[in-house]
């Protein structure tokens, strides 16, 4: 049986934080939630939604006492976070993350904190487009997969208590080494959002490339939805997770030279039989 | 002016045919809509949900008498369509389409029809992962491009018939050749397909690749959407416009390299320059 959670502190109140503030404070996984983040605007927003019990843009004094402390912001600003808070923090507060590469994040958390057993790399695969405290969702986790990256020096107290965290938001947790995490999401996430991307600016290298856009019908703007998010945020996982993701993209490149070479040669028999296969890899046009 | 509709016959009473039926009952831009399918199911949904006046399976029957007839079926069913009914259909009836791809079906449809003059290409950008029937809806074509693509043959009172209807349906008109069309379509649509069905099935061909589609989250769904339509109506519009497509894969299959590059280099700057400028490409994510 694992402690219930005192405080939890939350450090970045965006989609993912939010989400969990307000579903921690609605379920009652914690007794308390402190938001933090570097804007007061989104903060008051977050106070404003009831996403947290209360907020600071003051990192040191937002983790104070804090039982559980959930750095949920980018990936590469983990590492200095947790840095730059290990003083302020609780002897036996766990660090926990939400980052989408977890090898070098957790790594670097677990040299960052003064124990590394109370270090516990967590990512929810749940997202949206939008951004902000104002996208926060008490349903964002519901069924969603929460993959949990122990390592050899995580204390089993620790993860339990993440585990619980993530089980109470209706998150599905499941175990997994970080480096098979990173190698899953490379193809999933990393090398797709590459793609998307590519695509993107596939176009807007083509002559009249911005004019070619105002056709694109939302075919396009679904593939290409995911290439809206930050360049740096992307940049930083990109290169944190660069040999799958390189790995996973130079998948696509040959298969889209396949295509070409389809294309190329009239082959319509080649041609379905490659769209046939995609195409059933795929989840159903009923299904999400 | 132009004269209105008396009767419009809609071949294939899918997405478009069968929004292109309920729009034009509704805002009266003909005195009857007949609808015309293989399937029996389908057509007695049209006649359920009030898209079409009447239908029937019988292709020769239902375009009998009409003063326009819309081939609303893939691409590669156009031409063969269009002889199986040019001699049952009204000597003056606009034979029109809605194909994706315009140069190789328009061509096919003039030398078809009895007067190639009364042959009129027609692309409305609009759609959905969303087929048959059911699927359509009242508002599909409102504020959507609709490119019309006359040729040297074309009579200009055929011509403005169907921008008269079009333009009825709230979508809104332009006229371009063919080619220019189709070189268009090929990078924001032809080539975005194949981009998707590649990603797809890179994800599918890695070890364990069905496993791993169990962790994909809301972005490669997105990614991946428009790559669960038919394989075979794809095969036959990316064939129908190769050239094009394979011009616009092989960009993106660049800067797919350039990406690779900066990731095995480590080259932080020259990755957030090139996700930068994608991005800028791309419609903001207030924006539909």
Request: proline share 5%.
């Amino acid at each position: 049986v694992t402690a219930p959670i005192g405080r939890l502190a939350i450090v970045g109140v965006g989609l993912i934080g939010g989400s969990l503030g307000l579903v921690a404070r609605s379920r009652g996984l914690a007794g308390e939630v402190v938001g933090c983040g570097r804007g007061r605007a989104n903060l008051d927003a977050a106070l404003d939604l009831g996403l947290v019990d209360r907020a600071s843009t003051d990192v040191t004094e937002a983790v104070r006492g804090a039982d559980v402390v959930v750095l949920a912001v980018p990936a590469a600003s983990c590492a200095p976070l947790a840095a730059e808070i290990a003083r302020y923090a609780s002897p036996d507060a766990v660090l926990t993350d939400v980052a989408s590469v977890k090898l070098p994040v957790v790594t670097a958390l677990e040299a960052a904190w003064p124990d590394p057993g109370r270090v516990v790399g967590a990512h929810p695969i749940a997202g949206s487009h939008r951004t902000g405290a104002r996208a926060a969702s008490a349903t964002l986790f519901d069924g969603a997969r929460c993959i949990l990256t122990p390592t050899a020096a995580t204390a089993p107290a620790a993860l339990a208590r993440i585990e619980a965290l993530w089980r109470g938001t209706g998150a599905l947790t499941e175990r997994m080494d970080p480096a098979r995490h990173d190698d899953i999401l490379a193809w999933v996430s990393h090398a797709p959002h590459a793609v998307a991307y590519a695509l993107a600016e596939a176009v807007g290298r083509a002559e009249a490339g911005d004019a070619l856009l105002a056709y694109a019908g939302s075919g396009f703007l679904d593939t290409t939805r995911i290439a809206r998010g930050s360049p740096t945020l992307w940049r930083d996982v990109l290169l944190a997770n660069a040999t799958a993701t390189s790995t996973a993209l130079a998948a696509s490149r040959a298969v889209l030279a396949d295509l070409e070479h389809a294309l190329a040669t009239g082959d319509a028999e080649s041609l379905e039989r490659l769209l046939t296969a995609a195409r059933a890899r795929l989840p159903r046009n009923d299904e999400p």
